[in-house]
Each structure stands twice: as C-alpha cells, then as structure tokens.
C-alpha cells in the first residue's frame, strides 16, 4: 500500500481567477509532507487537486497532471470517483455526519462502495476507529451520534471514516486548526502513526506542527495579493526549517514575513 | 474559505481582531445608560463573555459583516468592564425602575403571546358554539353521513362525503407534488450551475406568491379541459384498477389533485430549497471524498440533513392542500357523494362546499357548515401535530436510525 | 503497528490503483434522449395516442428506463443510479415548470388583452351579466383597506409575540405559544373566515364588512409575521445582547434598541411577503367581507369588494365576459403581488443580516 505522487505543471483556476501556478513535486510514499505557507497562497487548492475535490466547485479546473504511481488523475477515463475513494481527506473542521451515528460515519464510505455484511462491517469499524485513535474513548457507544464528541474525537472520527475505505493516500487540510492544544497533540501522533500505511499530505498553518510531523516540507507564496499563488520551496523538513536553499522560505519560517 | 491560525498560541487572535475592526463603543448604549443604570450584577455576569464556539470559529459570520449601525455596539472587552469598575452611586433607586420599565416590557410581550392563545381557543369556542346548535337540529350522523341537506328541514347532513374528497384531493396533490418539489429543489442547489440556480431560486419563490384563486381559474378554464386525454387514457388502460374506473371523466378528485398539486409545488419546493442550502458544504464534500457519486452524495449527507425539513414543508403544503377552498371550489362539481373512483367527475372538499354552500345557507346551514369548518380545522391540527412529532423525534436523533 | 495497516482488499483492487471508470461519453445522454423522441413520435403517428401530455411523458419514461439501461451496462450499477436520479431531478424540474409557466403565461396573454384604465377606475356599478363594462377600482380599493388595517393590528402584535418567544420565552408558556404558531400557520385560510364570522359578523351582529375581512387576515398573517420575526430575532449575534447589558442598558432597552433594529430589515421583508400572500387570500374574504358591485370606501360599514374575491366570482360565472374580466384582474394581482415580492427581497439583498 501507499503511493507516489508526481505532480507536474499544475495550475488550478477558480474560474477566471488562477489560484496556483505550474507546480511541480514528488510526493514520496509512507512519508508526511507538509504544505505550509501565507494565507492564500494555495496550499489548499494544490491539495484538493491531488484527489479532484478542487473541481467541485463551481468554475474550478486545472491544468497540468496527478500522476498516482504513474497513473494521471486528470487522464482520459479517469472517474473522479474511484480517485477520491483511492485518495481520502480530511477536512479543515470535523464533518462528521451530522445524521449519523458514530459507527454509520465509519461504515459511510464503505457502504457506498457496496460492503454489506455486517459482521466485515464491524470488524472494519473497530480497525478504523483503532486506527485513528479514537477506539476506547467511543467503543461504549457506537451508536451515538458522531456530532456529540468532542471537537478532537470528531477530527479523529473523520480520520477513521477515511481510512475506513483504505485510500492509499490521505490529504489533511489543516486538520487541526479548529482544535485545542491537546486534541492537536492526539492528531499529530496518529499522523505519526498512520504514515506507516498511507502517503499523507497535510496542509498546515503551523510551522512548528509542519517541524514536528513532516517528513518532506513545501512553501507556498505568492507575490501579491490577486497573483497566483507558487511553489517556492520543497525539500526535506529538516533542510526547510534549518537551511533553505530560497531567501522567502527563510523569511517565512523564521516568522519575518507571512 | 478562509484560513485560520491554528496554533494555540494564536487562539484568541480572531476575536480581538474582530472588535478591534469594530469602533470603540457605539453611541446608543452609552448616552443611554452611563448615568443611571448600575446593573452591577449583570455586568459581572456578562463580563467573562465566552464567544459561543461557532462565532469564535467564524469572526466574519455574524459580527464583522452585519452591515447594520448596530455591529457598533459590539464592545472591546476593555470597553465591556469600564462600567463595572465604578458602579455609579444611585444603584438602588435606578436598579428598581429600570426593574419595573423591564417588568413591564416583558409583560406586554407576554400578554401578546397569551392573546394568541387566546385567539386559539376563542377560533375553537366560537366554532363549536356555532356548531351544536346546527349539530342538534341534525338528523342525520354528522361524521358519517354523506349527504348535506341542511338547510332542509328536517336537516340531514354530515362531513363523511367532503371530508373524504378533502383527503383524497390533499393525498393526491402530496403524492404528485411533494417528489417533484424536491426534485426541483434538489435540481436548484446541487444540480443547477450558480448563476442559474439563483435566479431559478426566485422564480420558485415569486410562483409561490401566486395566489390561490389564479391557479383555480387556470384549473378551471385551462387545465380541466387538456386533463381530459389523461384520464380518458388512464380510464381505459388502467381502468380495471377501481381508482381509475367508472363510466366518465371529468372534473374529477384527479383533476382537483393535480391543481391542488401544482399550487403547493412551489411553496414546497420554496421551502425545500431552503433546507438544503442550508446543509454545511463540509458534509457535502465529506461525501465527496469518500467517493459517493452526485447521487450517493445526496442520500449521504443532503436529504438526511434536510429531512426534517422537508417533512415540515410537506406537511405545511399537505394543510395547504387540504384547506384550500377556492381552487377546488371552481374545478369540482359539488357533488355528496364517496366514490372510490377518482376520474369521475364527482365529489366535494369541506373547505369548497363551505365557499360553495355559504351563499344559500339558512341559520342551520351556516352552523352545519362552521361545524364542517371544525372538523377540518381539528383535522389540519392532527396533521400539523403529527408533524411537528416527526420533526422533533427526528431532532434528538438517538442514533438508532438512519 | 496499527491494525489500520491490514491490507483487506474489500474495496481496492490492489494489483492496480482502480481509478479507471468506464463513463459514457458525453454525448451519449443526448442520444438516449434523441433516440426516445423519435420512438416517442413514431408511436404518436402509428398509434392512436393522441395527447401531447401522453407524448411527452412517454418520451421522459423512454429516456428514463434506456439511459439507465444503458449506463448499467457500461458504467454499472453505481453510475447507472446516478443516472437515474439526475435525470429524475431534471425531469422533475423540467415537468414542473411547464404548468406553472403555463399559468403565468394563461394569465398574462388572457389578462392583457382586458386589462386598461377603464378597467382599473370603474366599479362594476351596473354593469349586467352580459354587459362587457365594469372594471375593478372598488375591489382594489377593498383589499388595499382591508390587507392595510389587517397588517397594523398583526404586525405589532406578532412582533411583540417574536420578541416573548425569542427574548423571555423559556418555559412551558413559551412552548406552548411556539406550538400554537404552528397550529395557526397550518389553519386553513377558510377556517378564518369562518370564525371571524361566527365570532364578529354571527355572534357579535356586526354585519359584513371590510373590517371584518381585516381580522380574517389578521388570524392568517400573525403566524407568518411571528415566525419570520421569530428568525430574524434569532440571528442578532448574543454579543449584541450581551454588549448591551454589560453597558448596563436595561434588557428591554437593548431589545428595543438594539436587537429589534439590526433585526428589522429581515423582519420588514417577512412583513411584506406576509402581507403578498394575505393579499391574495380568497376565502376568509368572501366569508366576511361578503363583495359587492360598488364602491365602498368606509372599511367600517357594509359590504365592501377585493380582487381575490371579484377574481372567484368573475370565474364562476358563465359568461365569457365575466371570464375575461377574471383573467384581468388575475393579471392585476398578480402584478401587485409580485411588485411587493421584488421589493420584499430587493430590500432583504440589500440589508442581509448574515
């Protein structure tokens, strides 16, 4: 399991407007990278690009290619559907199911995809649940409502109802940025945790959280407001935060500018 | 979407910057109470103001763009304690009369909420009244009579026949509206591209502002007549089925229905559109990205969202259906009759038979047909509950279904 | 080592990424639907089904069940009931416009060809059943009275009824109320007017009037009136609130200061789209205020008219002048009712609350 990720010339649009600009990375398998960058500099976009969630919405498109282990997203009779159940994500403020119970926002994606059984269902369920994380604190009450756990156990919900459908590759959009200090730390180890199975890709506004779980480390940014946002930099962690090779990185992780 | 600081360290920084975009204090408040309003209790109570979790989430959301003068009024903190660090020396005397003027204020309001009860009991009281007195002269069984001969004498008379037209007429009007309504609304906010759903939205809402009485005059003079085909088509095809049998067509429950259906389309729609845009994007796109399809995505996490919504406008469009006189009134023929076949050109509504029947009702006619008023009315009452049941149970969802 | 690292190929086929989907081209809708046309019109002209009501329906099944057939075939059952519903959706949306554009359009064309001056300044004062004369000025007059004093007395009272429920309502009597609302939303118009007439024209000899009709309104407008302002009221930030009392302003000050005003923009737009849909309201007018040919212009005393009400006796009557005298004052509320829908929702995209 897990992925490469190749993305070469990438330029997304929000209709007219050209969010990113012709970026091109390789994003290793099993390994963290981190996205970070100013506000509007279309770290996000670059995200939703890699699982074709950027074309949701209205007027959104882009250019250039995904190549998922040599495959590319955006070829001829590739069904975005497939892609996104290959390539889960995990959004910016919990979502559970507001509808749902705890165990129905687990098996939701794999009841789209046709499992039925109950006792696979199950068993699925507990493996997820485990593996974000979350398995002791709701094992007692699975049928409860996802929307009545906390903000941090919500996150990890959403985290275990992605890898319920074992995507090989899973894109967190500042994951955290809605959550205390704590649940932040109960994020960032199951980050840890989980590259052992899937090629993760985080978008983060917090340096110190893109030192801490990232292996590999892009920076965006953008000249000036209503320019399309670049790819400066992308390198190991390590080298980003302690020798960048570009004078803006090295402005913006040592907190100068953005 | 915007873009938060996520770290701890940077928490409290949206909603100091929120009022710090804010003018310092807005004017009203303070001309208004800086000299003789103590409340030092309700300050100390208000002081600790916590944001509720969703306004410290989203700064922009209620505050920042209010537009209105009033967004002023949102003190900085600082600006929050000043009264309390000096409570001004007359505190008994203002805290008493700042207590009546409130006592007061609250009173009248609440008087006002009671005058509704009121309304409700006296619309019961002056019904029934009006009733018994029609209802003692009955010879007749008034539930379960089918003929309405009240201005006879003896009178004889009962809701059986209208009733049962009232239900079959709202039935057949939920049952042909209530899919299409979603279908639009659906069509509206997950399907239309923007620009055309927002003018669709509009279109919706201004059909819905039709009166009823111009759906019934297109009913009668423009609809009955090209029903016609229909219902002969369904008659001899169908015809073994008892619903669509019969000797003739005509203006029929099905005609009534379909017009009944056409006006509560787009208030049920209307309303539906509403709900569904109200289901966040995150549970849509949630969906998304497990990898539902536009459909799956729709029973995902649209329509168990907007269930309850849509029950309610249903529900609201069933008592449209139901109550509504003058449409029916113009396309059936008045007739007491129950008849399982719904192509004949047969049959009545309470509420058509009271606007048909009022003009030559004597005093045990008009009590006959209040009481009829009554019977629809508890009937309307039933649904709306049974409704609001619905709704509720679906509220505190205790995660047994789906 | 996680359990989540348990490679269970229930879902992915691992040998391959699997992002391959066999999808129809896109041109291939269009065909299924020009392919059910041409079916549908060959059965029109082979058979005798002659309705173009039938015609159409045929069409929409025939694409319905090929398009679905079809998509099962090559793209599968997943897609293929994506299919479905999309194309439900678009038929349900298509199907539904074509009678409520119709009814607009009957409207317009039969109503603009009666529709003039004489018509908007004339009573139908001696006007006889065959006559084409007559007009509509007295109903006019009737409703603007009557929907005018009908929304001073509902207005104020629902909002006062908002303001409880929203700002004091808490216990058993504010819950009851919100219930009670909802018994009124959902009373039938006819009911209304059946009890104003029990209660003030029956029990209380007042006598038909355009008063009378006015309470009718009342009874239907307050719940409308309640719940938008209800909303509206619901949607002032607590900090507003919350601000105001920390200022120490008493709590009906900052109601009456600060929430009503922020809040008043949306409640003026529920005002106006309750006081559209009291203005075509048919049945408690007829029951109270009871119509006439004259003009009335004391809303007090004796009969009056209103356009619903001319609309509902106009239609009834056998003649193909009354009928057209219908379509025109149809016309003629319809535009009036529209004009304060626009400006209802000019007014709430200018000052929207959120």
């Not at chain 2, 279908?183 to 279109?203: D, E, H």
Request: with cysteine; net charge neutral; glycine share 8%.
């Amino acid at each position: 399991m897990a992925t490469r990720i190749d993305v070469t010339g990438l330029t997304a649009y929000y209709g007219k407007f050209k969010a990113v600009s012709d970026v091109n990375l390789t994003i290793e398998p099993k390994n963290v990278t981190a996205f970070i960058g100013p506000s509007g500099c279309g770290k996000s976009t670059v995200l939703r690009t890699l699982n074709r969630m950027h074309e949701v919405l209205p007027g959104a498109r882009v250019e250039g290619s995904v190549l998922l282990d040599g495959e590319d997203l955006y070829g001829p009779g590739m069904d975005p559907v497939n892609v996104r159940r290959t390539v889960g994500m995990v959004f910016q403020r919990p979502n559970p199911f507001p509808t749902m119970s705890i165990y129905e926002n687990v098996i939701a994606g794999l009841k789209l995809n046709g499992v039925r059984k109950k006792a696979l269902l199950d068993e699925r369920v507990e493996e997820s649940l485990r593996g974000a994380n979350l398995w002791d604190e709701v094992k007692d009450r699975l049928n409860r409502p996802g929307a009545g756990l906390s903000g941090g156990q919500q996150q990890r919900l959403c985290i275990a109802r992605a890898i319920a459908v074992e995507p090989q590759v899973l894109l967190m959009d500042e994951p955290c940025s809605a959550l205390d200090p704590i649940s932040t730390l109960a994020i960032e180890d199951l980050i840890t945790k989980l590259k052992s199975s899937f090629t993760i890709v985080i978008v983060t506004h917090n340096m110190q959280q893109a030192s801490r779980v990232s292996d590999a480390t892009a920076f965006f940014s953008l000249e000036k407001t209503g320019d399309p946002g670049r790819l400066v930099e992308f390198d190991k962690t390590s080298k980003i935060f302690t020798s960048p090779s570009q004078k803006r990185t090295e402005d913006y992780v040592s907190g100068r500018f953005g | 979407m915007t873009t938060e600081p996520d770290s701890s360290a940077e928490k409290a920084e949206p909603r100091g910057a929120a009022s710090a975009t804010d003018p310092p204090v807005g004017e009203v408040p303070t001309t208004e109470s800086a000299g003789d309003t103590p409340l030092t209790d309700e300050t100390a109570k208000a002081a600790p103001v916590t944001p509720t979790d969703e306004t410290t989430a989203t700064p922009t959301d209620g505050t920042a763009s209010t537009g209105t003068p009033m967004s002023a009024d949102l003190a900085t903190p600082a600006t929050i304690m000043a009264p309390t660090a000096a409570p001004p020396p007359i505190a008994s005397a203002g805290r008493s009369a700042v207590g009546t003027a409130d006592l007061v204020f609250k009173n009248i309001t609440r008087t006002a909420g009671i005058g509704l009860l009121v309304l409700i009991a006296a619309i019961a009281i002056f019904l029934v009244l009006r009733a018994t007195h029609a209802l003692s002269a009955n010879t007749g069984h008034f539930l379960t009579t089918e003929e309405w001969f009240p201005n006879e004498t003896p009178p004889k008379f009962g809701v059986a026949a209208t009733l049962f037209g009232t239900v079959v007429t709202a039935a057949i009007a939920m049952i042909i509206a209530v899919p299409i309504a979603v279908g639009i609304a659906l069509f509206i906010t997950v399907y239309a591209p923007r620009q055309l759903a927002s003018i669709l939205g509009y279109v919706v809402d201004l059909l819905a502002a039709v009166p009823s009485v111009v759906y019934g005059l297109w009913g009668l003079i423009v609809l009955a007549p090209h029903m016609k085909g229909v219902q002969l088509w369904l008659n001899d095809y169908l015809g073994w089925i008892p619903l669509f049998g019969g000797d003739s067509v005509g203006r029929s429950f099905l005609v009534a229905g379909v017009v009944l259906a056409i006006m509560i389309l787009p208030i049920v729609a209307a309303l539906s559109r509403e709900v569904f845009l109200q289901v966040p994007i995150a549970h849509r796109e949630a969906a998304l990205a497990l990898g539902a399809t536009r459909w799956e995505m729709i029973r995902t996490a649209v329509l168990p969202y907007g269930k309850p919504g849509v029950i309610s406008a249903s529900m609201l469009g069933l008592g449209r259906a139901m109550g509504e006189t003058i449409a029916v009134a113009l396309v059936l023929p008045a007739s007491f009759k129950i008849s399982v076949h719904w192509l004949e050109p047969a049959g009545n509504t309470i509420a058509a038979n009271v606007a048909n029947g009022w003009g030559e009702a004597n005093d045990i006619g008009q009590g006959a047909l209040i009481a009829s008023g009554l019977v629809l009315f508890i009937v309307t009452m039933i649904v709306n509950i049974i409704a609001r049941a619905i709704i509720a149970r679906r509220r505190d969802f205790s995660g047994s279904s789906a | 080592m996680s359990t989540a690292t348990a490679p269970d190929p229930v879902v992915a086929d691992d040998d391959r990424l699997n992002l391959r989907g066999a999808t129809l081209p896109r041109w291939a809708p269009f065909a299924v639907a020009a392919g059910a046309v041409v079916v549908s019109l060959l059965i029109y002209l082979l058979t005798s089904v002659d309705s173009e009501i039938q015609i159409l329906l045929m069409a929409v099944v025939l694409f319905l069940v090929a398009i679905t057939v079809v998509s099962t075939v090559v793209e599968g059952s997943r897609r293929a009931r994506d299919r479905f519903a999309t194309t439900l959706v678009y038929t349900a949306f298509l199907l539904a416009l074509i009678p409520l554009v119709a009814v607009l359009a009957s409207v317009i064309s039969k109503g603009a060809s009666r529709l003039d001056l004489g018509f908007l300044t004339h009573s139908m004062n001696g006007i006889g059943a065959r006559d084409a004369g007559g007009g509509i000025y007295h109903a006019i007059i009737g409703t603007v009275e009557q929907v005018l004093i009908a929304s001073l007395i509902a207005v104020p009272f629902g909002l006062l009824v908002a303001i409880y429920l929203v700002e004091y309502g808490r216990g058993r009597v504010s819950r009851v109320i919100s219930f009670f609302v909802d018994v009124l939303t959902g009373l039938p118009s006819i009911v209304a007017g059946l009890f104003i007439l029990a209660f003030w024209v029956l029990a209380l000899h007042q006598g038909f009037s355009g008063f009378a009709g006015s309470l009718a309104l009342v009874v239907l407008m307050i719940p409308t009136v309640v719940r938008s302002a209800e909303e509206m009221l619901k949607l002032v930030p607590n900090e507003l609130r919350e601000a105001g009392y920390a200022l120490g302003i008493a709590k009906w000050k900052t109601i009456l200061r600060v929430v009503v005003p922020t809040a008043i923009p949306g409640i003026v737009t529920g005002v106006m789209l309750a006081i559209a849909r009291v203005s075509g309201e048919t049945a408690p007018v007829l029951l109270t205020v009871f119509g006439t040919n004259l003009i009335n212009a004391n809303p007090f005393s004796g009969e009056q008219s209103s356009l619903p009400l001319y609309i509902y006796s106009q239609a009834g009557a056998p003649q193909q002048v009354a009928v057209d005298r219908a379509w025109a004052a149809a016309l003629v509320l319809i535009i009036i009712i529209m004009v304060l829908n626009l400006v209802a929702r000019l007014f709430a995209s200018r000052n929207r609350l959120k």
